[in-house]
């Protein structure tokens, strides 16, 4: 083979190998990272593998600020109203009614009790089905606890993500999200504790 | 095995909020570079995700070991490594099904086209630790000593792989050569 060719398969090999270069890293690895000192110091080797598995689980939810995102952009919105249940949290969307007529950018504000711990993981049910699972963790920039120990989570969606979903009849990852009438949001605790609730309306 | 220059216990004396801001502040620093690895490495960016965390869990429990922190990136890279191979090992048997050869770009010479297609499947073919050593070759652009203290190996073990490698790799693309020439 000539020093030519040989040079050229070389390339080839890197191009070949770069093609499996990722875009950037997801912004949910940061926060598992940031995590494991923690982690690992509660003495929690469990809650490593339940990360791993809910990554797994919510991996639509986190898709790029995607699916969770989604699902929290048009599930949180939802919330804007507190709707009593048995947690002290809330969840505020903005705005509070939604329509595929017309896609916006949507921001769900859910507010947890202090009840909720670093690294805890909470899950998100929409109109009563599970919609994946979000790990608390004030490392990450739409999550923070406040001075009294509640959480602020901060979901935002944009009205592309509303786009897709209303080109996808309503529904993202077999949720009804956009369907027009009144849909709820939970944020649960592991032992399915309501946290926070909220409801938002979509109009045809 | 290759030792990582700057192991052994150093750290020990901090507090456990300095060896705290180390880890993170060396691990986030490190941590483009890492995934990146370890997603060409296991061409899988979800099982990328699950070797970088388990990584970075495996840096924790061995943090004292760390000496010097201008070691860090290839000791942590090492570790990636390891944790990659562990899972690529795993899924070996599925992973071979998976030789998916993408189309090839419009203007690209069809004979052209082939030999890269040969070469992406004898790539895919290759098993962890010769991977390892094209990866860490052709993509990081290390030295055979460099790739030898991220892989644990010795030297000549490193240069025995990537021969060994590189022989497979230039007998797909010489085959796919042949191929695509009677074609023509």
């Known amino acids: 083979m000539s020093s030519d060719r040989y040079e050229l398969m ?11 270069s990722p875009a950037g890293v ?33 991996a639509p939810l986190v898709v790029g600020v995607a699916m969770m995102a989604l699902l929290a952009l048009i599930a ?36 947890l009790p202090s009840s909720v711990h670093a690294a805890d993981v909470v899950a998100v049910a929409f109109d009563g089905e599970s919609g994946g699972t979000h790990t ?5 920039s739409d ?6 120990g509640s959480w602020v989570l901060v979901f935002t969606a944009t009205p592309d993500h509303m786009q897709m979903i209303c080109a996808a009849g309503g529904s993202s990852d077999g949720l009804n999200v956009l369907t027009p009438g009144t849909h709820t949001m939970q944020v649960l605790d592991a032992t399915g504790k309501v946290l926070a609730q909220g409801s938002y309306s979509v109009t045809p | 095995m290759g030792e990582v220059e700057g192991m052994g216990p150093r750290y020990s004396a901090q507090s456990e909020t300095e060896r705290e801001a180390a880890f993170q502040r060396l691990t986030q620093a490190r941590l483009d570079r890492a995934y990146r690895l370890a997603s060409i490495l296991l061409r899988d960016q ?23 922190q201008a070691a860090f990136d290839a000791w942590f890279d090492r570790i990636v490594v390891s944790c990659c191979r562990d899972r690529a090992r795993r899924r070996l048997p599925n992973s071979i099904n998976l030789l998916d050869v993408d189309p090839a770009a419009p203007d690209e010479p069809g004979h052209l086209a082939a030999e890269r297609d040969g070469l992406r499947r004898a790539l895919a073919a290759l098993d962890p630790d010769h991977r390892a050593v094209v990866v860490l070759r052709y993509v990081e652009d290390l030295s055979v000593p460099a790739i030898a203290t991220r892989t644990g190996q010795r030297e000549g073990t490193v240069k025995s792989r990537l021969h060994y490698a590189l022989r497979q790799l230039r007998a797909a693309w010489d085959a796919a050569e042949r191929t695509g020439g009677s074609e023509r």
Do not use: M, N, Y
Request: aromatic share 6%; proline share 7%.
């Open chain 1, 10 to 20: 070389e390339r080839q090999i890197r191009g070949i190998l770069l093609e499996d």
């Open chain 1, 26 to 58: 997801p912004e949910r690895l940061r926060w598992l990272i940031a995590d494991v000192p923690h982690s690992a110091r509660q003495d929690t080797p469990g809650l490593f593998r339940s990360l791993t598995w809910l990554r797994r689980a919510a």
């Open chain 1, 76 to 111: 949180l919105p939802l919330l804007s109203h507190p709707a009593g249940g048995s947690g002290s949290g809330s969840i505020t969307f903005s705005p509070s009614t939604l329509s595929c007529k017309t896609p916006v950018a949507v921001t769900a504000t859910a507010r």
């Open chain 1, 136 to 140: 608390v963790a004030d490392t990450s």
């Open chain 1, 143 to 148: 999550t923070k606890q406040q001075p009294d």
């Open chain 2, 46 to 68: 979800s099982e990328a995700e699950d070797a970088v965390h388990d990584a970075a869990v495996r840096a924790w429990q061995r943090w004292d070991d760390l000496r010097d």
